[in-house]
């Protein structure tokens, strides 16, 4: 922190003054490749729709409230659905996530080959959001839940494999240490030193993805995988903003529930 | 041993096996019945789940070729074909997920700031929490059709989605982080008698700054990932592209655009693992 004398002044500075000048460049880039895609954003927009923007929200407000409670009922069967898709859905994807984590981490891989091949498959899981699997799962094996379910599951994976194999590769390496000397195989040193020591972090991650995929079970039926998301798209392409607004409401209790429950199990557990 | 007299019988069962040379570990659950409840549990809603999925296997079976194709195109994507709308929409989506970051993590440093408890007064405390909770509960697909419904197609609607998930997903992070700040340098810069702006910019921001450059860039990766997903509604970007070449079954191309997807989010998850260990 330099002290540069103007006159007989000393003046405090946060930089060198040869640094500020190459900060104050780098903020002047940013700014500059912020404008230049702000630029290409404007182009491609229609601006006259925003003229009236204010009264388009007005009135899809005004038609939202009150939601129109009378399809409820209806709801119950979809809702139910959305649940059974992120409940089977992260079942599904924690059983294949759960070996792929050992066999990604270092410590306990049995292969480096392996080890890339796994950390492959769960980088391209976590890269792709569930609503594209549900896409392309739609064109594989048909509309309907199972594959929503699959979507979630091979979203999931990705999630769960890599915090998983991250707890992995953090535990103590002293009790697989103290397990290898008394002649343990490798299975027992896994179920016997490895596993009591990732069992809360990997119990917290599962609920933790489990909220997660609730959230997103119930988009899933925009591309036509199930659940209340089915009942949205319909509502929406049918302008009944009212029923938009029960399914919105919906959607809201039940996400705020499953937060509720993935906290108290989290709390529970750690 | 003192135990709950329900299973101890369990429990000197273990020990004589033990004295045997059988160790079993000691199960998680002490009551045997509760065990079997759960397991009973967690079986019928697997079987009541299972019934509510209607599986059409015939229909799978025809789709199985498909799927087969799918992975097959991902030995041989074709960026070339339809080269044109994979560039104009990884633009579209890149520049977007830029935009949208920046005007979201400004939006959300004042946000943040108000909703952090140790240095805003209750009102302003509430409010912002409202706003976080706001945009925390919607899926971005959601609030993407809203904004669609109200600035019509196009990027602009991405990035106000984007921007808006920004907000709470930074604000709630940053005003946890400045609730957990170090009292003392807080106080110190009070005590001077420097104003709230110099205050915040003295004693918080450099205490907050590593982890919210770290944050930012994480979020940056985020919203990329989603803006591949938004174009699905009309919000502009990638998606757009990809949801019609899977429906036309065009699965090369599809392969071309996740692969390239897939490529982009290492490539910014590496950059920003090095950002983070330069600015700590």
């Known amino acids: 922190m330099p002290l540069i004398r103007q006159g007989d002044q000393p003046v405090w500075k946060k930089r060198e003054p040869l640094k500020q000048y190459a900060h104050w460049a780098g903020w002047m880039l940013g700014g500059m490749l912020f404008v230049w895609c702000w630029a290409i954003i404007s182009e ?22 009150p939601p129109d409670w009378s399809i409820t009922g209806s709801l119950m069967l979809p809702l139910w659905d959305t649940i059974n898709i992120a409940t089977v859905g992260t079942v599904m994807g924690i059983a294949i996530a759960f070996p792929l984590a050992f066999l990604a981490a270092r410590n306990t891989t049995p292969h480096p080959a392996l080890r890339a091949v796994a950390l492959a498959i769960i980088v391209s899981s976590r890269s792709i959001n569930a609503l594209i699997w549900a896409m392309l799962l739609v064109t594989i094996v048909g509309p309907g839940s199972f594959a929503g379910m699959l979507a979630i599951a091979l979203r999931s994976i990705g999630f769960v494999g890599k915090l998983v194999y991250e707890a992995i590769e953090e535990i103590h390496p002293t009790p697989v240490e103290a397990l290898s000397a008394t002649g343990a195989g490798r299975s027992q040193v896994l179920a016997y030193a490895v596993w009591p020591q990732i069992m809360p972090a990997f119990a917290g991650i599962c609920v933790y993805r ?3 995929n609730i959230r997103e079970a119930t988009t899933l039926g925009l591309v036509g995988a199930g659940g209340i998301g089915l009942q949205m798209n319909a509502a929406i392409n049918n302008l009944a903003w009212g029923q938009v607004a029960t ?24 | 041993m003192s135990s709950p007299s329900t299973d101890s ?33 967690v079986l019928l809603y697997i079987v009541l789940a299972w019934l509510s999925v209607d599986v059409n296997w015939s229909r799978v079976a025809q789709g199985m070729d498909r799927g087969v194709a799918f992975m097959a195109s991902f030995l041989q994507p074709d960026f070339v074909t339809r080269s044109g709308e994979i560039f104009t929409g990884l633009k579209e989506s890149l520049t977007m997920t830029l935009a949208a970051t920046v005007i979201g993590v400004l939006l959300a440093i004042p946000v943040g700031l108000g909703a952090a408890r140790n240095i805003s007064p209750l009102p302003v405390y509430l409010f912002c929490r409202t706003i976080i909770a706001l945009s925390r509960t919607f899926q971005e697909i959601i609030i993407a059709i809203l904004f669609v419904a109200m600035f019509g197609f196009g990027p602009l609607a991405g990035v106000v989605t984007l921007a808006f998930a920004t907000i709470g997903f930074m604000a709630k992070l940053l005003a946890e982080d400045i609730e957990d700040t170090q009292k003392e340098p807080l106080e110190a810069i009070r005590a001077t008698g420097a104003s709230w702006l110099q205050w915040v910019n003295y004693a918080v921001q450099p205490q907050v700054m590593p982890r919210l450059i770290g944050l930012s860039l994480y979020r940056l990766d985020i919203n990329f990932r989603e803006s591949a997903v938004i174009g699905i509604v009309g919000a502009g970007g990638i998606g757009a592209t990809l949801n019609t070449s899977i429906n036309r079954y065009d699965y090369d191309t599809s392969a071309a655009i996740l692969l390239l997807i897939i490529v982009i989010v290492l490539m910014s998850e590496y950059l920003s693992g090095y950002v983070r260990k330069w600015t700590q």
Request: charged fraction near 20%; avoid cysteine; charge should be neutral.
């Open chain 2, 9 to 41: 019988g369990a429990d000197q069962q273990r020990l004589a096996l033990l004295k045997d040379g059988i160790w079993k570990p000691l199960p998680l659950i002490r009551d045997a019945r509760w065990r079997w409840a759960l397991n009973a549990a």
């Open chain 1, 210 to 212: 489990w909220d997660i």
């Open chain 1, 44 to 65: 491609n927009t229609i601006w006259e729709f925003l003229y009236d923007a204010d009264e388009q929200a007005a009135s899809l407000i005004g038609r939202m409230i």
């Open chain 1, 247 to 270: 399914v919105f409401v919906l959607i809201f209790a039940t996400v705020v529930v499953s937060e509720w429950v993935s906290a108290k199990v989290r709390h529970a557990m750690l």
